[in-house]
């Protein structure tokens, strides 16, 4: 019963979390805030670089307050044409949004895993997110080179296809 009870807890917590981020996008969504965001970021990217650079701040930023199917369903549609008047690969920039949102799963104060960490390791968010840091310092390392050494990312599906 006391497993079940934690499981419970811990479910509950994440959910809650999940609840908050799908009304925040449903709200993202009907203020229009992506098709504003691509007339600015038509107005402001001259350059592919720095296009892909809005798409890591935007997504970076994006899922501190959001859960990543909720960012990436409120950004593809925003991004993909974006990127096509870039000319930038789109499997590039499926990684690279990937990639950001894998970072925002633990990015607090909404990434769901946190919470899931802290209730099994019974710590504070706090405590996890600063165990974390190493791994954060890490992920935008990789970031930063799948973001701008496009190569990186296609060289596999170039060898099997």
């Known amino acids: 019963p006391r497993l079940l009870l934690n499981a ?11 609840g908050a981020t799908g009304a925040l996008a449903w709200l993202l969504t ?16 001259h350059q592919p670089w ?9 997504l970076l ?25 870039f000319k930038v690969d789109l499997v590039h920039l499926g990684v690279v949004m990937t990639a950001n949102l894998a970072i925002a799963l633990y990015t607090p104060p909404v990434g ?13 968010i706090g ?5 974390l840091i190493p791994l954060m310092a890490a992920s935008v390392t990789v970031l930063f080179l799948v973001t701008y050494w496009p190569g990186l990312t296609r060289w596999l599906p170039a060898l099997l296809y």
Request: glycine residues 4%.
């Open 50 to 58: 720095v296009f892909l650079l809005l798409v890591n701040v935007s």
């Open 127 to 131: 405590a996890i997110t600063r165990a």
């Open 112 to 124: 769901g895993t946190l919470f899931v960490a802290a209730k099994l390791a019974n710590a504070g």
């Open 8 to 18: 419970f807890q811990t479910s509950a917590v994440v959910m809650l979390v999940l």
């Open 30 to 45: 009907v203020e229009q805030v992506a098709a504003q965001l691509a007339q600015w970021v038509q107005v402001v990217a």
């Open 61 to 85: 930023l994006l899922g501190i307050f959001i859960e990543p199917l909720p960012a990436l369903l409120l950004t593809a549609p925003l991004f993909l044409p974006l990127a096509q008047v």
